[in-house]
């Protein structure tokens, strides 16, 4: 049975290796020649407008490049609107890696991602570390970096309810690490992420 955090298949590693997604040009790009030569730390957010992820990819962009440089490594951002979006959103995160989008969502759904919700962290569990402040400190952030900030945006955000994950990728054709989100708020912790593929924090 497979879980939030199972590795996928060969062979479904190697079908989501060749769908097509976009990068900031609006290129269409291989998945898997991301990933062809080295190792990369692919992070998969929610929607452009999620203040939740936004606050997530804020965190990434503090790691730094030279700690990836070591460790052969880089991280990417995939979302699942329209690409004319995607120069506004390393803009609002300050995140200098690159960021492709999945509008059609086939890849998300190829790699496990295939969870709709709105829900937040189920009560009694611990919330996530990037999150800062409460439930309407999300809720404030997604309206302000995104529509009220961007309002020829609005409708190229992507799926609202389309829940992400953390991978980490390559080199070559295989996954070392897979998990998937249960909620709006379940990104891996960052500091985990980066242990898992040898960057020093």
Not at 135 to 157: D, E, M, R
Request: charged fraction near 20%; hydrophobic fraction near 40%.
């Amino acid at each position: 049975m497979s879980t939030s955090k199972s590795i996928p298949e060969a062979s479904v590693l190697q079908e989501a290796s060749l769908l097509e997604i976009f990068d900031l040009n609006g290129q269409k790009v291989k998945f898997g020649s991301i990933f062809e030569k080295e190792s990369v730390i692919a992070v998969f957010i929610r929607h452009f407008f999620c203040g939740r992820c936004q606050m997530y990819v804020e965190q990434l962009a503090t790691v730094k490049k030279e700690n990836l440089a070591s460790a052969s490594t880089k991280i990417i951002v995939i979302g699942c609107g329209k690409w004319g979006a995607i120069k506004a959103y390393a803009e609002t995160t300050g995140f200098g890696g690159e960021i492709y989008t999945d509008p059609t969502r086939e890849l998300y759904h190829k790699l496990g991602m295939t969870i709709g919700s709105v829900k937040t962290t189920p009560a009694g569990e611990e919330k996530r570390s990037y999150l800062r402040g409460g439930f309407w400190a999300g809720i404030v952030q997604s309206l302000l970096k995104g529509p009220l900030s961007h309002p020829s945006l609005i409708g190229k955000q992507g799926n609202f309810t389309q829940l992400g994950g953390d991978f980490i990728f390559g080199p070559g054709i295989k996954c070392s690490y897979a998990s998937r989100m249960q909620n709006t708020e379940d990104h891996a912790e960052v500091a985990e992420l980066m242990k898992l593929a040898g960057v020093e924090m």
